[in-house]
C-alpha cells in the first residue's frame, strides 16, 4: 500500500523541481539557438565538443560522492554526522578535481589538435577547464541540499540563477565580440556565481563550519562503485559525440548536437522525480520497508510515461519540423537521428529510477556493472557505425545503449529485490498509448507540418487524448488518487472525467 505522506512529498518536490527543469532546460535551449543562428555550425560543433569535455571531467571529479552524499545525510540525525558526510564528500572530490583541472591545463595544446579544427581551440579549451572546479563545487552544494531534502534552494541556485546568469553573459559576451568563447566564459562566470549561492543556501540547512564526524570509509565504499558507474554513464551519453568529432566534421557534431538535447529534453520529467527519490528510498530502506520503495516505484514510473508520451510521439513523428522549428531549416535534415534518439530516451521513462532505487538500496556495484556492459556496447558499436554513416551511425548507438542499459538494471533490480516497474496498470497503459495513437499521427503527418504555432498545440491535445485514454481503459489505479488529487489542489479545479474511472481501494487486493 503506497504512504500518502511519501508520494504526496515525492511528487511536490517533483513539481517545483520540473518547474526549474523546465525554465533550466528552455534556457540551454535558448543558449544553444542564439549559439547556434549567431556562429557558424563549425562553431557551433565546437562548443559541443568543449561541454562535452567539461561534463566528462566534471563527473570524473566528483568521483560517485554526489551520489552518496545525500544518501549517508538522509540518513543521520544529529548535525555533526550530516556535516562529515558533506565535507568528507568534498574532500574526496576537491582533491581529485584539483589534479584533473591542473594535468588538462598543461593539456590544452594536445586536446585542441585531437578534437578540435580552428587554430585558437586552445584558448576554447582552457576557458572549460577553468569551469570544472567550480561546476563541481556547485554539485557537491547542491547534493548537501539534497541530502537535507530541500527543493526549493536546489531550484534557486542550479535551476534558476545558474542558468540564468550563463544566458545573460553569453548575450553580453557575443555582444562584446568574443565570438565563438563567449560560451565558455559565461559557464565560468555563471558557475562561480551559483557555486556561491549553493553553499550560502546549504549554510543555512547545516552550518558549514563547526564539529563534523567524517565517514572517509562508509562514502568510499559507497562511491567508489559510483565514480566508474558515473563515468561510465556519462561517456555513454558523450563518447559520440567526442567520436563524431575525431571520426567526421564539425559539421555533423552541429547536426547531431541540435538533435540530441532535444530528445534528452524528454526526461525532464523522470529527472524532476530523482532529486527527492534517492534521499527518500535510502530513509525508507534504513526503515526496511523496501515494499514501500517498490509501490513508489511502480506510480510514479507509470506518469513518467504518461506525462512524457506526447513529446515522444511529436519527436518521432514529426522530428523534421520540430528541429526546423528550433534550430532552423539547415537542421532539418538530422530528423531521423532525432526520431532514432527519441525512442532511445523513451525507454528510460518506461523503466523509471531503476538506477537510483538500485543505488538507494546500496548496490551501487550492480550499477556500475550495468554502465559498464552498456558503454561497451555502445564504444563498440561508434568505432563501427560512426566512420561509415557520421552522426545516424550514432544516434543508432546511442538508442540501442540505453535499450540495453535499462534492460540490465531492470534485471539486475527483480532478481536482487524483486522490485519492478510494470504493474498491471503500468503494463496496460505501455501498451494502450501507443496502439492508440501513433496511427492517426502518422496519418497526420501525410497531411500537415508543425509550426512554431501548432507544435505546442500538438504537445497539449496529444496529452489531452492520453489522459483520456488511460482513462477509459482501465489503466488507472486506486493510488493515482494522491496525484490527481494534488495536482487538483495545485490547479484549485476538480477533475470529475478521471475520478469517475478511479477504482477503490479494495480492488487493488482482488
Given at each position: 500500500?503506497?504512504?500518502?505522506?511519501?508520494?504526496?512529498?515525492?511528487?511536490?518536490?517533483?513539481?517545483l523541481?520540473?518547474?526549474?527543469?523546465?525554465?533550466?532546460?528552455?534556457?540551454?535551449?535558448?543558449?544553444?539557438?542564439?549559439?547556434?543562428?549567431?556562429?557558424?555550425t563549425?562553431?557551433?560543433?565546437e562548443?559541443?565538443v568543449?561541454?562535452?569535455?567539461l561534463?566528462?571531467v566534471?563527473?570524473?571529479?566528483?568521483l560517485?560522492?554526489?551520489?552518496?552524499i545525500?544518501?549517508?545525510?538522509?540518513?543521520?540525525?544529529?548535525?555533526?554526522?550530516?556535516?562529515?558526510?558533506?565535507?568528507?564528500?568534498?574532500?574526496?572530490?576537491?582533491?581529485?578535481t584539483?589534479?584533473?583541472?591542473i594535468v588538462l591545463l598543461?593539456?590544452t595544446?594536445?586536446i585542441s589538435?585531437?578534437l578540435?579544427?580552428?587554430?585558437?581551440?586552445?584558448?576554447?579549451?582552457?576557458?572549460?577547464?577553468v569551469?570544472?572546479?567550480f561546476?563541481?563545487?556547485?554539485?557537491?552544494?547542491?547534493a548537501?541540499?539534497?541530502?537535507?531534502?530541500?527543493?526549493?534552494?536546489?531550484?534557486?541556485a542550479?535551476d534558476?540563477?545558474?542558468?540564468?546568469?550563463?544566458l545573460?553573459?553569453?548575450?553580453?559576451?557575443?555582444?562584446?565580440?568574443?565570438?565563438i568563447?563567449?560560451a565558455a566564459?559565461?559557464y565560468?562566470?555563471?558557475?562561480?556565481v551559483?557555486?556561491?549561492?549553493?553553499?550560502?543556501?546549504l549554510?543555512?540547512l547545516?552550518?558549514l563550519?563547526?564539529?563534523?564526524?567524517?565517514h572517509?570509509?562508509?562514502?568510499?565504499?559507497?562511491?567508489?562503485?559510483?565514480?566508474?558507474?558515473?563515468?561510465?554513464?556519462n561517456?555513454?551519453?558523450r563518447?559520440?559525440?567526442?567520436?563524431?568529432?575525431y571520426?567526421?566534421?564539425?559539421?555533423?557534431?552541429?547536426?547531431?548536437?541540435?538533435?540530441y538535447?532535444l530528445?534528452?529534453?524528454?526526461?525532464l520529467?523522470l529527472s524532476?522525480f530523482?532529486?527527492?527519490y534517492?534521499?527518500l528510498a535510502?530513509?525508507?530502506?534504513?526503515?526496511d520497508?523496501r515494499?514501500?520503495?517498490g509501490?513508489?516505484?511502480?506510480?510514479?514510473?507509470?506518469?513518467?510515461?504518461?506525462v512524457?508520451?506526447?513529446?515522444?510521439?511529436?519527436f518521432?513523428?514529426f522530428?523534421?519540423?520540430?528541429?526546423?522549428?528550433?534550430?532552423?531549416?539547415?537542421y532539418?535534415e538530422a530528423?531521423n537521428?532525432l526520431?532514432?534518439?527519441?525512442?532511445?530516451?523513451?525507454?528510460?521513462a518506461?523503466?523509471?529510477r531503476?538506477?537510483e532505487?538500485l543505488s538507494?538500496?546500496?548496490?551501487?556495484?550492480?550499477?556500475?556493472?550495468?554502465?559498464?556492459?552498456?558503454?561497451?556496447v555502445?564504444a563498440?558499436?561508434?568505432?563501427?557505425?560512426?566512420?561509415?554513416?557520421?552522426?545516424m551511425?550514432?544516434?543508432?548507438?546511442?538508442?540501442?545503449?540505453?535499450?540495453?542499459?535499462?534492460?540490465?538494471?531492470?534485471?539486475?533490480?527483480?532478481l536482487?529485490?524483486?522490485?519492478?516497474?510494470?504493474s498491471r496498470w503500468?503494463?496496460?497503459?505501455?501498451?494502450?498509448?501507443?496502439v492508440?495513437l501513433?496511427?492517426?499521427?502518422?496519418?497526420?503527418?501525410?497531411?500537415?507540418?508543425?509550426?512554431l504555432?501548432?507544435?505546442?498545440?500538438?504537445?497539449?491535445a496529444?496529452?489531452l487524448?492520453?489522459?483520456?485514454?488511460?482513462?477509459?481503459?482501465?489503466?488507472?489505479?486506486?493510488?493515482?488518487?494522491?496525484p490527481?488529487?494534488?495536482?487538483?489542489?495545485?490547479?484549485?479545479v476538480?477533475i470529475?472525467?478521471?475520478?469517475?474511472?478511479?477504482?477503490?481501494?479494495?480492488?487493488?487486493?482482488?
Amino acid at each position: 500500500m503506497v504512504d500518502e505522506r511519501d508520494v504526496s512529498k515525492l511528487l511536490s518536490s517533483a513539481v517545483l523541481i520540473g518547474a526549474g527543469q523546465v525554465f533550466y532546460s528552455a534556457s540551454q535551449l535558448i543558449e544553444r539557438i542564439i549559439v547556434a543562428r549567431l556562429l557558424t555550425t563549425d562553431a557551433y560543433g565546437e562548443i559541443s565538443v568543449g561541454l562535452a569535455i567539461l561534463t566528462f571531467v566534471t563527473t570524473i571529479g566528483l568521483l560517485g560522492v554526489k551520489g552518496g552524499i545525500p544518501r549517508f545525510m538522509s540518513r543521520y540525525d544529529d548535525e555533526a554526522n550530516k556535516r562529515g558526510a558533506w565535507l568528507t564528500g568534498v574532500l574526496i572530490a576537491g582533491t581529485a578535481t584539483l589534479v584533473l583541472t591542473i594535468v588538462l591545463l598543461s593539456s590544452t595544446g594536445l586536446i585542441s589538435r585531437l578534437l578540435f579544427e580552428r587554430d585558437d581551440s586552445t584558448r576554447l579549451v582552457a576557458l572549460f577547464v577553468v569551469c570544472i572546479p567550480f561546476t563541481v563545487g556547485l554539485e557537491l552544494a547542491v547534493a548537501g541540499i539534497r541530502g537535507q531534502e530541500n527543493t526549493l534552494y536546489r531550484t534557486y541556485a542550479r535551476d534558476l540563477l545558474y542558468p540564468t546568469g550563463r544566458l545573460l553573459f553569453l548575450v553580453g559576451f557575443l555582444l562584446a565580440g568574443f565570438g565563438i568563447h563567449a560560451a565558455a566564459m559565461a559557464y565560468l562566470v555563471g558557475a562561480v556565481v551559483a557555486c556561491a549561492l549553493a553553499c550560502t543556501l546549504l549554510n543555512r540547512l547545516v552550518p558549514l563550519v563547526g564539529s563534523a564526524r567524517l565517514h572517509v570509509r562508509e562514502l568510499l565504499f559507497f562511491s567508489v562503485p559510483l565514480v566508474f558507474a558515473t563515468v561510465l554513464s556519462n561517456m555513454l551519453t558523450r563518447t559520440d559525440t567526442l567520436m563524431l568529432g575525431y571520426f567526421r566534421s564539425s559539421h555533423e557534431v552541429g547536426l547531431y548536437s541540435a538533435a540530441y538535447p532535444l530528445a534528452s529534453g524528454m526526461l525532464l520529467v523522470l529527472s524532476s522525480f530523482g532529486f527527492m527519490y534517492l534521499p527518500l528510498a535510502s530513509r525508507l530502506d534504513a526503515e526496511d520497508d523496501r515494499s514501500e520503495v517498490g509501490s513508489i516505484y511502480e506510480l510514479t514510473t507509470k506518469w513518467v510515461f504518461i506525462v512524457t508520451f506526447p513529446l515522444f510521439l511529436t519527436f518521432v513523428v514529426f522530428s523534421g519540423d520540430v528541429l526546423e522549428i528550433v534550430f532552423g531549416a539547415s537542421y532539418a535534415e538530422a530528423g531521423n537521428a532525432l526520431s532514432i534518439l527519441a525512442i532511445g530516451f523513451f525507454t528510460s521513462a518506461m523503466f523509471g529510477r531503476n538506477r537510483e532505487t538500485l543505488s538507494a538500496l546500496g548496490f551501487t556495484t550492480a550499477i556500475m556493472g550495468a554502465n559498464g556492459f552498456a558503454f561497451l556496447v555502445n564504444a563498440g558499436l561508434n568505432l563501427i557505425l560512426i566512420p561509415r554513416y557520421g552522426y545516424m551511425g550514432a544516434a543508432v548507438t546511442s538508442m540501442l545503449s540505453f535499450v540495453v542499459l535499462n534492460l540490465t538494471v531492470y534485471a539486475v533490480l527483480k532478481l536482487k529485490c524483486d522490485i519492478t516497474p510494470f504493474s498491471r496498470w503500468a503494463a496496460r497503459t505501455f501498451v494502450v498509448l501507443p496502439v492508440a495513437l501513433f496511427p492517426p499521427a502518422f496519418l497526420l503527418r501525410g497531411t500537415i507540418s508543425l509550426t512554431l504555432v501548432t507544435f505546442p498545440l500538438f504537445v497539449i491535445a496529444t496529452g489531452l487524448c492520453s489522459i483520456v485514454i488511460v482513462s477509459v481503459t482501465g489503466c488507472l489505479q486506486p493510488a493515482d488518487r494522491i496525484p490527481i488529487s494534488l495536482l487538483e489542489q495545485r490547479l484549485d479545479v476538480r477533475i470529475p472525467i478521471v475520478r469517475r474511472y478511479l477504482p477503490d481501494a479494495s480492488y487493488s487486493n482482488n
